[in-house]
């Protein structure tokens, strides 16, 4: 039972370039969250997935671009990295909704140069 | 649009103090609120809940919340802090109408010898 899995771990780009970051857990779990953190502002959510089939916009989702791919799987891309892009990103799942606690992966440190 | 506020960016606190870390939160008859704590280099582990029933919440490594709906508050309390307790902490509010979850800005705890 791995949990929540995030690849890469670190990632180094140059403005333009696009990368996608994977996402899956193994809990079964309905929703699906796509946060961003940078120092001094918390986590803020870029995407989420309620259920299969749906995604919603967060609080700073733009230039990003998400898939559900499955139950499983939530896929973040960036079609055009730019600097301010630079952070650490978390992905996370609950049960259900906004009701339920979350599980969050490690993390992917993306720098984009 | 809801929000999640924690006024204090840094406490600093000395080893066997008290703490109280705050969280306010706004919009939402019945919130659902968490609080979780990140350690440097580390992701996110739940604390504690609060869903309904009683207004204070027992969680792990000795902490405790209280929500007081009149305030809008859920503020993580702890009669005596360690120094492993050094760390982030984030308040998280979800709303199970839209499947959201937002977090507060974080407050670094910092803990004196």
């Known amino acids: 039972n791995a949990g929540v899995t995030q690849t890469p771990k670190f990632q180094v780009l140059k403005t333009g370039q696009s990368m996608t970051l994977q996402c899956a857990q193994d809990?079964?779990?309905?929703?699906m969250y796509w946060y961003r953190q940078d120092p001094g502002m918390g986590l803020r959510l870029i995407y989420y997935s309620a259920s299969e089939g749906t995604t919603d916009k967060g609080e700073v989702p733009n230039g990003y671009n998400v898939s559900r791919l499955n139950k499983r799987e939530f896929s973040l891309r960036l079609e055009s990295a730019a600097p301010s892009q630079t952070s650490v990103y978390f992905c996370?799942?609950?049960?259900?909704?906004?009701?339920?606690?979350?599980?969050f992966g490690p993390g992917t440190r993306l720098t984009v140069l | 649009a809801q929000s999640v506020t924690q006024p204090d960016i840094h406490i600093t606190v000395s080893e066997g103090a008290s703490l109280e870390l705050r969280c306010n939160y706004s919009y939402g008859a019945t919130p659902y609120l968490f609080w979780y704590v990140q350690s440097p280099g580390q992701g996110l582990q739940l604390l504690l809940k609060y869903f309904s029933g009683d207004t204070l919440v027992q969680g792990i490594k000795g902490f405790e919340a209280e929500f007081k709906r009149s305030q809008s508050s859920f503020n993580l309390r702890k009669p005596s802090v360690h120094w492993s307790d050094a760390a982030e902490y984030f308040c998280e509010k979800g709303s199970s109408n839209t499947g959201k979850l937002i977090f507060g800005q974080g407050t670094t705890l910092q803990v004196k010898p």
């Open positions: 996370a799942s609950s049960e259900a909704g906004g009701r339920n606690e979350q599980f």
């Open positions: 809990m079964n779990h309905n929703s």
